[in-house]
């Protein structure tokens, strides 16, 4: 009787794919914590047994540092695109703010996940790194903003950037997609209100 139970789970623990795992497995880590997740857990949402996952994954830390790395190679590839590194600083601060709120909206289990890290093993700690990365060049762009005239001089580029992408991320406590908000919406209501304020007035 047990290995009628159980057989079909095993089935379909080999038939689940690699992205369909990871997708899972964030849902379950952004539910009850990644810290208060067991293997257990992930099985359980799953539908399949423990030794089931080790198929896809060799533990619980590669599917973090899978979903970390979803999230954080966005933002990666955006500031290294020719749009963030050409033309005013102001307008390139612009765009970036704006392609933040996409890749987060597309990516909002693995960024919402991101955002709540707390340093607690190397590979948050390395995701906390590469956030760190991403903030300096923000915090860069914005005084070259503020060099070129683009942004009030009496602001500071450190605190700017903590505003913004603070308001930025946000947006993963209460965003639904089901309320019909695009990205593009979100990203333009944003920076209606916040660059508003930091272009100098004429």
Do not use: C
Request: net charge neutral; hydrophobic share 40%.
């Amino acid at each position: 009787m047990i290995e009628a139970a159980t057989e079909p789970r095993r089935r379909r623990g080999r038939g689940l794919d690699p992205e369909s795992v990871l997708s899972i497995a964030v849902g379950v880590f952004n539910e009850r914590g990644y810290d208060g997740t067991s293997m257990e857990d992930l099985a359980k949402a799953l539908g399949v047994t423990k030794s089931a996952i080790y198929y896809h994954v060799p533990g619980k830390e590669q599917l973090l540092a899978r979903a970390l790395d979803r999230a954080l190679d966005g933002l990666s590839a955006m500031v290294t695109d020719e749009r963030a590194a050409t033309g005013a600083a102001i307008d390139r601060l612009e765009w970036v703010v704006r392609q933040s709120v996409r890749i987060l909206v597309e990516r909002l289990p693995y960024v919402t996940l991101l955002l709540r890290v707390r340093g607690n093993s190397g590979t948050e700690q390395a995701a906390l790194e590469r956030r760190r990365e991403f903030d300096r060049f923000i915090t860069g762009l914005v005084g070259e903003a503020v060099a070129e005239g683009g942004i009030r001089a009496d602001v500071d580029p450190g605190l700017v950037t903590r505003l913004l992408f603070g308001t930025v991320n946000s947006i993963t406590e209460w965003y639904q997609q089901a309320r019909g908000d695009s990205a593009d919406d979100l990203a333009d209501a944003l920076l209606m209100m916040a660059f508003s304020g930091l272009r100098p007035t004429r």
